[in-house]
Every structure is written in C-alpha cells, then in structure tokens.
C-alpha cells in the first residue's frame, strides 16, 4: 500500500518534468521524420534528396538533419514566430502541396512536438546534448 502511495506522489511529478525537459533533436524529433518515413530512401533520405530538401538515411546523421532543417536554404523551412505556418509542417500536413502527400495529423503528437521545438527557437543545444 505505501508503495502505492509512493507512485501515486512521484509518478505526477516524473510526467510533468518529462513535458517541460528541453527537446532532444536526435532522440525527440528525428525519430517523427522516420515514423512518416521522410528520411526513407524513396524520399528525402535518398542521396540527392528531394525537391532541394536532404535528410540523411532514416537520420543516422542528426547534425546534418539539423543543419538541412534550420539553416540551409536561407532558413526558409521554419519560422518561429508561427511555427504552424513553417513550410516543414504545411508540407507535412499538406496544407502546401506535398509531392509525398500528408504525412502528419495537426492533431498529432508528433506535430505538437514539433511546434514546441520551432517556437523554442530549435535549440542548437539539442545536437551537444545528443552526443552526451
């Protein structure tokens, strides 16, 4: 019975302390572009990519998903001040014309996961924390 009592005090706590942990690139948002399959070989994840947009093979190389994602193409693909209307999700969503077509729900998990990450700024602190 007190073991009981005991989980029911710090199971609350663990939970909420796993919702408000900073996200992890590698282990938190890599793993929805697999989940979609955007990283497969038959998508961005093949050698040359696609449509201009490279992810590595079901993200092996989180630096380099990271540094296709925020930095190359002049930063166009998100957009933290309205996360929802960063090309990364329309696209996911198929809100914008995806030639892969949607890929996600905007009720989803994943999507909210990945809007907390674009309105956190997309911390470069995610990459050092995952070679830790």
């Not at 399959?37 to 079901?58: D, M, P, T």
Request: proline residues 6%.
């Amino acid at each position: 019975m007190r073991r009981l009592a005991l989980l029911s005090l710090v199971l609350p706590a663990l939970i909420a302390s796993a919702e408000e942990r900073p996200l992890n690139f590698a282990n938190d948002i890599v793993p929805i572009f697999t989940k979609a399959g955007c990283n497969a070989g038959g998508c961005h994840g093949k050698a040359s990519g696609q449509n201009g947009f490279k992810l590595s093979l079901l993200g092996f190389e989180p630096q380099e998903d990271f540094e296709h994602i925020v930095r190359e193409a002049r930063g166009r693909r998100l957009f933290p001040a309205a996360p929802e209307q960063s090309l990364l999700l329309t696209k996911a969503v198929n809100s914008t014309p995806h030639g892969g077509g949607k890929k996600l729900d905007s009720k989803s998990d994943e999507y909210a996961r990945l809007i907390k990450w674009i309105s956190s700024g997309m911390p470069t602190r995610c990459i050092a924390s995952s070679a830790g």
